[in-house]
């Protein structure tokens, strides 16, 4: 009889401890859903912030081109009036 209850008993933690595992197996699935969609903002993200990078470095180039120019005619229209 002894043998029985502790049978019983074994069966009855190897129950517990099989569903707190699947709990935890429904937990890290979670977390994996979780970190993948972060992962996909983070890179939409990124890109978001490349595509911006390169935006102000072309809006910096043109700037520097029209100061440029600016001081180019300038320059002309002194050297008309000096002239």
Same mark, same amino acid.
């Given at each position: 009889?002894?043998?029985?209850?502790?049978? =019983?008993?074994?069966? =009855?933690?190897?129950?517990?401890?099989?569903?707190?595992?699947?709990?935890?197996?429904?937990?890290?699935?979670?977390?994996?859903?979780?970190?993948?969609?972060?992962?996909?903002?983070?890179?939409?993200?990124?890109?978001?912030?490349?595509?911006?990078?390169?935006?102000?470095?072309?809006?910096?180039?043109?700037?520097?081109?029209?100061?440029?120019?600016?001081?180019?005619?300038?320059?002309?229209?002194?050297?008309?009036?000096?002239?």
């Amino acid at each position: 009889m002894n043998t029985h209850i502790s049978t =019983m008993r074994y069966a =009855m933690q190897i129950a517990v401890l099989a569903q707190l595992l699947e709990q935890r197996e429904r937990q890290i699935e979670q977390l994996a859903t979780v970190i993948s969609i972060k992962d996909e903002q983070l890179a939409t993200q990124n890109s978001a912030a490349m595509e911006y990078v390169a935006r102000c470095n072309e809006l910096e180039a043109r700037n520097s081109e029209l100061a440029r120019q600016r001081d180019l005619l300038a320059l002309e229209a002194q050297e008309r009036r000096a002239a």
